[in-house]
């Protein structure tokens, strides 16, 4: 069981039979009543995001999701799904669509992410943080507008649209935040 002094972000929880990570945690002590933490949890399988909150000092009903993670490498997409290959026992991994989701904008061929698994079944994948995108359509920056910062639509290799700041060019590589979808800087070559 977890005390709600465990409630923090990123954790993963099992609540209700079901598996959920936390995306924000509040510790709130209000004059009057009990302490209580508020948290927004993201069922790992259906991608619901909900509140919930939780008295301090009473069980909170959250135990440790039965968890594992296996390294896999991406391979290709077809119609049907995401093909990935277990980096353990090199076997082949399908997963579908509704399971990859987003994420789809940021596999490319060969890289290295965690699937997870819950109950023998999968139900996440858990991207690197940061990504290495060609860029391959976007407007030319124009001459005199660096001063005020100004952004520019762009559409990467995967298919993702992003803001940039009108000094990128076509064919460069950037460097993506997987977490926020937002570009970071322009990657080494």
């Known amino acids: ?20 990570i936390i995306l924000k945690s509040d510790f709130t002590n209000p004059g009057k009543g009990s302490a209580f933490v508020r948290c927004r949890i ?22 440790r999701p039965d968890l594992e993670e296996r390294l896999v490498e991406y391979m290709y997409a077809d119609t049907e799904g995401f093909h990935f290959m277990d980096q ?7 997963v579908t669509k509704e399971q990859v989701g987003d994420s789809k904008y940021y596999l490319q061929e060969g890289i290295k992410l965690n699937v997870l698994y819950w109950n023998g079944k999968i139900i996440a994948i858990d991207l690197p943080y940061f990504v290495n995108l060609k860029v391959t359509q976007t407007d ?50």
């Open 88 to 94: 353990g026992n090199f076997e082949s991994i399908f």
């Open 1 to 20: 069981m977890f005390d709600t002094t465990e409630l923090k972000k990123n954790v993963k929880i099992e609540l209700e039979g079901k598996v959920y």
């Open 42 to 63: 993201k069922n790992l399988e259906t991608s619901q995001v909900i509140e919930r909150t939780f008295k301090s000092g009473v069980s909170t009903g959250c135990t």
């Open 140 to 189: 030319p920056g124009l001459k005199g507008d660096t001063a005020s910062g100004g952004m520019k639509k762009a559409i990467m290799e995967t298919g993702l649209q992003l803001n940039v700041p009108l000094f990128v060019k076509e064919g460069e590589i950037l460097k993506i935040d997987t977490r926020t979808g937002e570009y970071v800087e322009r990657a080494n070559k």
